[in-house]
């Protein structure tokens, strides 16, 4: 399912979904906090991709913010999976800030690719495509967290947009594939180291005394 169509699904369920209830302060208490955990992170990810852009490019502040950027999913996703349940109506309150979110990463992701030349010089190509791995796998773990909490009839699209955090962090791995075996490394554009040419200056024989 294409994410525009998980937002169409969403708009057309609204409707239905919006009878007059009664809300419960505790749910909206829970809605909140994994909204505060979705913002939280997104303020990490756009913290990685300023470190990205700065000029002069700066592959320890590029990880040290990717380390950061993991454990802030690490720790929001604890936050959720200590949240009850989520009713239909609340579940709906965490469409946006996820779009946000998957927005921004694929956003960040897109400059991290754009700068992979660059990495590659620096001698940390391979220290880039573990980082996105560790991303990756964090945001996997905050997608299950956060589809678990909302009802059975929004599962589906939960997951979709939930996904498209991960996937776009997929990208990444995808263009950094190679980093590590040596696939991605600079190479010497001076050539083969050179080997010895010189001749080796014969021997003079002196020439025997006339008698």
Request: with cysteine; glycine share 8%; aromatic share 0%.
């Amino acid at each position: 399912m294409k994410l525009a169509t998980v937002i169409t699904s969403i708009s057309l369920l609204t409707p239905a979904l919006a009878t007059p209830t009664t809300v419960n302060v505790n749910t909206q208490r829970d809605v909140a906090a994994i909204q505060g955990v979705l913002s939280d992170i997104d303020d990490k990810v756009l913290a990685l991709g300023s470190a990205i852009e700065a000029t002069p490019l700066d592959a320890d502040a590029i990880i040290s913010q990717s380390n950061t950027l993991v454990d802030t999913i690490t720790s929001g996703t604890s936050t959720v999976n200590a949240q009850p349940a989520l009713g239909q109506l609340e579940a709906l309150g965490l469409v946006s800030p996820t779009q946000k979110l998957a927005d921004d990463t694929d956003a960040t992701v897109q400059s991290l690719i754009g700068v992979k030349a660059d990495i590659i010089d620096l001698g940390e190509g391979c220290t880039t495509l573990t980082a996105l791995k560790d991303q990756y796998e964090a945001a996997t773990g905050l997608s299950d967290a956060v589809v678990s909490k909302v009802p059975a009839a929004l599962a589906d699209i939960a997951k979709e947009l939930s996904d498209s955090i991960s996937n776009a962090i997929q990208k990444g791995i995808d263009a950094y594939e190679g980093a590590c075996d040596g696939g991605s490394e600079p190479t010497s554009t001076g050539g083969p180291e050179p080997t010895s040419t010189q001749t080796e200056t014969p021997t003079k024989t002196a020439c025997p005394a006339k008698k």
